[in-house]
């Protein structure tokens, strides 16, 4: 028996549910962390968990979306908007807090409000699938985004090894960001000339 619904799946389902709540973390997220102005371990931890549960919410909705068959306009539209959301408040936070530079949030936030913005303008003439790039860019973000949520110093003490690992992941994170970003301006320009083409 298939668990594909038949007609339209409705707008009220599992996977929507989970996307709507990762919306909702947001303001608690940012609420634990900007809480004692960073710098309590322990509203850290909680905004750490909190990340962690809403990103885990990330990969289930879309997976569960797809397996049973009950992908949405909504969910289309709003699952996005809560990734961006939920990784735009983390890098905003955790700059003004001073633990992240401006510029690296001004550089991946640039980069997927610009991908967003080119995936809608080439709508007309197809959809750019995720590539494998975009979705190991978006683990090292998350990765990276919760090195810095995570208290290390003040559990752990201070110490170079610790800013090593962040940087490290943090830096990867950027690059990748911006190489995948390239590579959509390519895939779009290249989808367009298709598109062009065989509407010709």
């Known amino acids: 028996m298939s668990s594909t619904p038949a007609g339209p799946p409705p707008v009220l389902n599992i996977a929507n549910v989970l996307t709507g709540i990762r919306l909702l973390l947001v303001p608690v997220f940012v609420a634990a962390l900007v809480a004692e102005d ?39 539209i709003a699952d996005p908007i809560a990734d961006k959301a939920l990784t735009g408040s983390a890098l905003i936070g955790l700059s003004a807090l001073g633990f992240v530079p401006w510029w690296v949030t001004i550089v991946i936030m640039g980069r997927e409000l610009g991908v967003t913005l080119l995936r809608l303008l080439v709508l007309r003439h197809g959809v750019i699938p995720a590539s494998r790039g975009g979705k190991a860019k978006t683990a ?5 985004i919760g090195l810095y949520l995570l208290p290390l110093t003040e559990l752990l003490g201070p110490g170079a090894v610790v800013d090593v690992v962040r940087w490290s992941v943090l830096g990867a994170a950027v690059v990748l960001t911006v190489l995948t970003g390239l590579d959509y301006v390519l895939r779009a320009l290249r989808l367009r000339a298709t598109s062009t083409a065989t509407g010709a």
């Open 38 to 76: 960073g710098l309590d371990p322990g509203w850290r931890l909680a905004a750490f968990g909190i990340f962690a549960l809403a990103s885990f919410t990330d990969s289930l909705d879309g997976d569960i979306a797809r397996r049973r068959g009950l992908v949405t306009t909504f969910g289309t």
């Open 140 to 144: 090292l973000q998350t990765l990276a």
